[in-house]
Structures are given as C-alpha cells and as structure tokens.
C-alpha cells in the first residue's frame, strides 16, 4: 500500500464491463517525483486534496467487488482516508 493525494475526479464518457458504477480518481503517490498521475477506484468517495491509502493488485478487486475479487478491472483502489495529522508531517511536506 501506498500514500497518495487525490487530484481530481475522472469522469469518463463511457467504462468497460466490469467497472460501471465505479467511482474513478487521480491521484498522485506521495514520495514520487516523477510528476506521475495515477487512475485508482474510489469505493470510499474521498475529495479532491484527500490523503488516501492506495492498494494494488488481488487487495484491490477484493477492495472493489468482494464477491469476487477476480471480477475487477481495476488494479487499484483507495482503502482509507487518512488525515495527515495523524501520520509523520514529513510524509505530506
């Protein structure tokens, strides 16, 4: 898992079979200077500027469709919202 910072919300035109009624954000990863931006589900609902908790892989379809884990598109998903008071300050500078 890793920390990461919501930058916006994705509004897609139309989603593939699998991912109807997911929520999608953007997010970038804390600690990464790449400037990189990554699309993760949302099942939490968290805001632009949120601090999240991202997990990937098997942890994230478990996250999204519990049912059936195997089920997902997505590889990646927010599975807490965190307030940066309550981590190390230096994380979020």
């Keep these: 898992m890793r920390l990461a910072r919501v930058?916006?919300?994705?509004?897609?035109v139309r989603k593939i079979k699998g991912i109807e009624g997911s929520r999608i954000v953007i997010v970038?990863?804390?600690?990464?200077?790449?400037?990189a931006f990554f699309a993760v589900g949302d099942p939490l609902h968290?805001?632009?500027?949120?601090?999240?908790?991202v997990t990937?892989?098997?942890?994230?379809?478990a996250t999204l469709v519990p049912s059936n884990p195997e089920s997902s598109r997505l590889d990646?998903?927010?599975?807490?919202?965190v307030?940066?008071?309550?981590?190390?300050p230096r994380l979020f500078d």
């Design 28 to 35: 970038s990863f804390l600690g990464d200077s790449s400037g």
């Design 7 to 12: 930058e916006g919300v994705a509004s897609p």
């Design 46 to 53: 968290a805001a632009v500027g949120d601090h999240v908790l």
């Design 56 to 61: 990937e892989g098997r942890a994230a379809g």
């Design 83 to 88: 307030r940066p008071e309550e981590v190390n």
């Design 76 to 81: 990646a998903a927010i599975v807490a919202i």
